[in-house]
């Protein structure tokens, strides 16, 4: 059971693409797109909203993201007319990268609260930062364990790649950056991994830290050498 996502947007079409795009990050999380008006005009349209909410709500509750102004009203007016509104929260996050990092929460197994977060979070620069020097050696150590990496798939560390290492990354209890250059993004969060621009030749640096850190890494080169299960 997973928390459902819902897609507000003044584009029926806008939605629907994005929910679809969404929907290749975390194929076992319920997204919804409500978007435009009955007619196909563009606006928002309360009662699609409200039975979108309902639909989504498989019994861990709803997040809803929306794309302008009179859609967050649309929005929080459908999550207050619900038997309980305590069941849904109104993200405020970018819609289409909010909505990648809110279906990767969801798949991954977060609350509400978190992947309400996750969306709102989407995006921010500090996602994406100068990798630190090297300073060598592994073991335990504060400085963690690292390991570099050849990616071998065609599409390189691109949306999907990225949203099945940081699913699979979440089930450990470590902290993880990858490097490609002098960028270092966080291991997860699907949007500064693909901010790197890995593409297929290109050896990125996989760094872990933590009291699973060996076998994050370990998971990590399993996925990569298996390319990502394409």
């Keep these: 059971m997973s928390v459902g996502i819902v897609l507000v947007s003044h584009s029926g079409k806008l939605a629907e693409g994005l929910a679809e795009l969404a929907a290749q990050m975390a194929p076992d999380v319920t997204i919804l797109p409500a978007g435009g008006l009955p007619d196909g005009g563009i606006g ?5 909203v409200v039975a979108a909410t309902q639909r989504a709500d498989s019994g861990a509750g709803v997040v809803l993201l929306y794309d302008l102004g009179s859609a967050q009203m ?26 990648i990092a809110a279906a990767v929460a969801a798949q991954a197994g977060g609350d509400r609260k978190a992947v309400a977060e996750a969306a709102a979070a989407a995006g921010m620069p500090e996602d994406l930062m100068p990798a630190p020097p090297v300073t060598g050696g592994g073991g335990g150590g504060g400085g963690g364990d690292e390991i570099e990496l050849e990616l071998h798939n065609e599409v390189g560390l691109h949306a999907r790649p990225a949203a099945v290492l ?9 902290e993880v950056k990858v490097g490609l250059g002098e960028q270092e993004a966080d291991g997860h969060s699907v949007l ?8 297929q030749g290109d050896r990125i640096r996989v760094r872990a830290s933590g009291p699973q850190a060996s076998e994050a890494l370990a998971k990590a080169k399993e996925l990569v050498e298996g390319n990502f299960g394409e």
């Design 44 to 48: 928002t349209d309360y009662d699609e």
């Design 166 to 174: 940081v699913r699979t990354l979440s089930a450990f209890d470590a």
């Design 74 to 99: 649309t929005a929080e007016l459908a999550v207050e007319s619900l038997a309980d509104p305590s069941a849904a929260l109104v993200a405020d996050g970018p819609l289409v990268e909010g909505a």
């Design 192 to 199: 500064a991994l693909m901010s790197l621009g890995a593409r």
